[in-house]
């Protein structure tokens, strides 16, 4: 039989984990499930630099055309961007040369491919992958809802307390304690998330707009518009089909596209001015400011565009490797794109009254409408990667509860990271149009576009420095060796970029205000509904009193009630009791939680307890996602959680065999502050003090094959699906401000989001909902 089996091969395996335990099991206050899954499961991290070279090398060429759009597509605009008013003295094209030169070496090269990408989560970037690195190392999370076991994940990759610096123990305990320093980390976490988002938005209209400009004049400035937002349509109407589906294409065009611009670069380099190569003297950067003071630091708001794109070699880096990032920048991107900027300075210094146009203009005419074919391509496939990037933030943001509901959709099997989100791919879409329309050049979009992109680099620049002092545990002069260059010349630009705030420079400004309010109501929200379950949960009292109550009776099959509490039985389920007084024979609250690494696997998702008395078969399932993590499918999701509740069942079985336990056992100290009712009792006895004549117990079953089996057939008579619909309203005695918060702003916002039942999959023909009131 399979269930006799399926049970052989458990008893076995609990037995050989309990002879290999070394500590006495006597010395254990309950039985926990985890001790025997995280054993059985290897630390299989699939991060490890010892990849095979082959490997590598494709990944490298991958990543030319995911990684690279963005960046490799700033040559369009630069010298246009920054000579806004024409160039006034030939000298000064080697001094923005000098600067574009130094910041691709200082930026990109130095910060990012050599220092940032070693700050990853698990192989995953962007700014939540770096807050959940902190919130693993130091308990900075705003909703307590972490649990020791959380620890024993096999991603989890905690590094023990150092001895050796006090100081970092000294900040972490800081961080830890003071209330405004952990809001304002989630506060700079979720401005650089609005920041990227913004990002999302505005590299599609100045990429296309950029590219497409090559026919403008011939066709004038409004049919440059009006072709762009015909591309701009296309682009998000094939969003849904997901980068997946058109990757394969990405590398060879942007591989063709950065040869063209290598080739075209030295084209101009050997045929106008090889002598620009001067500009690789800074000295060339103090001339040009001495030249022209002011306007020369105003000018630095499009000297930075050279480099917008390079946030994505960290945020896609899920998608490949550190070392694949460090090979395809070094031997393609940074000297094709110095050979490109020379190649247009040289032309400009012969033909500098054409800056306007600088890239069209330094083409050969045999190789003009074969560049600009691919220029195009080049700009859809940058506005794709930013796009896609997008998505993946905003889908990291949900899982963290610091975004509203949306769906997400799964684009491809083989890259979890790969969604599509159609509720805001059509957002995007009427922000491009519009600022396509509106803007009309790529200069005045440029300013907006800048400013997001500085941010979202600072902000990553701060992250990464305390990265390095509590996690790395780096000396405080390395720190500050990494932080006051970068971040000096970081705010050099950011204040560069804001002298063109009336001019367009306010867009992704006041985008990120918005942004922010929306995820930062949405999670104070979220997190003071989190408190007031903590605060009413259900006390063990009432569960006595319940199995003695003879008109609340059993009925056959399973019912799943959704809380996202950790720590107890949620407040809703009295709730249910009162207003219809039967529940199902097997009850399992799952909580589905979002554990601050990229992925959980299987085997380890689904942690058990078990309410006492066992009689009542009561459990509690915590279910863990990382952000990283795809919801399953219900029929899926079903099948799982009953196969690992039968596992626990019988593991806990053996266990209780192997344990020898009284009524006056210790208590285990480390963590009985997190355990409270949903202990697990060992002993049998402890339902003693409940009526036998209850119909809320069923009697005990001998033997563990019998308990499976009631498992099995409670599941055969259905699976239900309770859902609690807490109505959340501000506290009558609560503050103004609060309930402007929460009556108003976060009602509008659940209100014209998606539901949970719709979030989880949650089948509607076996959906119970029960209403109940928070005041908070």
């Not at 500590?23 to 699939?46: F, G, I, Q």
């Not at 020791?148 to 123990?169: A, G, I, N």
């Not at 008395?613 to 899926?636: A, T």
Request: charged fraction near 20%.
């Amino acid at each position: 039989m399979d269930m006799e089996g399926e049970t052989k091969t458990w008893q076995e395996t609990a037995e050989k984990n309990l002879k290999e335990r070394k500590p006495s099991w006597t010395k254990l206050r309950r039985v926990d499930s985890l001790d025997l899954e995280a054993e059985k499961v290897s630390n299989n991290a699939n991060h490890s630099s010892k990849l095979d070279w082959k490997i590598t090398l494709a990944l490298a060429f991958q990543s030319i055309g995911i990684v690279y759009g963005d960046i490799g597509t700033s040559p369009l605009y630069v010298f246009a961007s920054t000579f806004t008013q024409g160039i006034s003295n030939t000298d000064d094209i080697l001094g923005v040369l000098s600067l574009i030169v130094y910041t691709i070496i200082l930026l990109p090269m130095l910060k990012y491919v050599f220092i940032v990408l070693q700050a990853n989560d698990n192989g995953n970037g962007g700014a939540f992958a770096l807050y959940s690195l902190i919130c693993r190392h130091a308990k900075v999370s705003l909703i307590p809802n972490q649990q020791p076991e959380d620890k024993e994940l096999s991603h989890y990759r905690l590094q023990k307390p150092s001895s050796k610096l006090e100081r970092t123990q000294k900040i972490k305990h800081w961080l830890e304690k003071s209330h405004f320093a952990r809001v304002m980390l989630l506060f700079v976490t979720i401005l650089g998330t609005a920041m990227v988002i913004g990002d999302g938005i505005l590299t599609p209209a100045i990429s296309v707009l950029s590219a497409v400009s090559g026919v403008g004049g011939s066709l004038g400035q409004d049919a440059v518009v009006g072709i762009s937002i015909v591309i701009l349509l296309f682009l998000f109407a094939v969003q849904r089909y997901g980068t997946d589906k058109v990757g394969f294409l990405f590398a060879p065009i942007v591989m063709m596209w950065f040869l063209l611009n290598a080739g075209i670069g030295l084209y101009n380099l050997f045929t106008h001015d090889i002598g620009v190569l001067r500009a690789f003297n800074p000295i060339h950067i103090i001339d040009y400011f001495k030249r022209n003071g002011k306007q020369g630091w105003t000018s630095l708001g499009g000297v930075f565009l050279c480099i917008t794109g390079s946030e994505a070699m960290f945020a896609d880096l899920g998608h490949f490797n550190v070392r694949a990032i460090q090979i395809s920048f070094s031997s393609i991107t940074f000297p094709a794109l110095l050979a490109a900027y020379s190649g247009q300075a040289a032309y400009l210094r012969k033909f500098p009254g054409n800056v306007s146009n600088t890239f069209y203009a330094c083409i050969p005419g045999k190789l003009y409408w074969p560049t600009f074919v691919v220029a195009v391509g080049a700009a859809i496939i940058a506005s794709q990667a930013m796009i896609s990037g997008a998505f993946s933030i905003i889908s990291q943001a949900q899982s963290m509860g610091c975004f509203p509901r949306v769906k997400i959709v799964h684009t491809s099997p083989k890259h979890a990271g790969q969604v599509y989100i159609p509720e805001v791919n059509y957002m995007f879409m009427i922000a491009c149009i519009v600022i396509t329309a509106a803007f009309r050049t790529t200069e005045k979009i440029s300013y907006a576009y800048g400013i997001a992109v500085v941010c979202d680099m600072f902000i990553t620049t701060c992250l990464v420095s305390l990265i390095m002092l509590i996690i790395w545990k780096k000396s405080m002069w390395l720190v500050a060796l990494f932080f006051l260059p970068f971040g000096f010349v970081e705010f050099g630009y950011l204040s560069a970029q804001l002298t063109k705030f009336t001019d367009g420079g306010y867009l992704p400004v006041l985008s990120a205000i918005f942004l922010t309010m929306v995820m930062g109501i949405w999670h104070h929200v979220q997190k003071e509904r989190y408190m007031f379950e903590l605060k009413n949960k259900v006390s063990t009292d009432y569960l006595r009193t319940l199995a003695n109550n003879p008109n609340v009776n059993r009925v056959p099959g399973i019912v799943l009630l959704y809380s996202e509490l950790v720590q107890g039985i949620p407040p809703i389920f009295p709730h249910f009791i009162a207003n219809i007084p039967s529940i199902h024979s097997v009850v399992v609250f799952v909580s589905i939680k979002a554990i601050p690494i990229s992925r959980v696997i299987l085997e380890e998702r689904f942690l058990f307890r078990q309410v006492e008395p066992r009689e009542y078969r009561i459990f509690r399932c915590v279910v863990r996602y990382g952000y990283k993590d795809r919801i399953e499918d219900p029929l899926v999701f079903e099948s799982q959680l009953v196969h690992h509740l039968k596992e626990f069942i019988g593991q806990e079985s053996f266990m209780v065999k192997g344990t020898k336990t009284t009524e006056n056992v210790p208590t285990c100290d480390n963590d009985s502050e997190n355990m409270d009712e949903v202990d697990i009792v060992v002993s049998r006895d402890s339902s003693e003090g409940v009526s036998k004549s209850s119909t809320f117990s069923h009697p005990p079953i001998e033997g563990v094959e019998k308990e499976i089996e009631f498992v099995y057939n409670a599941m055969e008579k259905g699976v239900v699906y309770l859902l609690g619909e807490a109505e959340i309203v501000a506290d009558p005695k609560s503050s103004f401000f609060n309930k402007i918060i929460v009556n108003y702003a976060y009602s509008f916002l659940r209100n014209n989001f998606r539901q949970g039942d719709t979030s989880m999959s949650v089948p509607r023909k076996r959906l119970l909902r029960v209403g109940m009131t928070y005041e908070i």
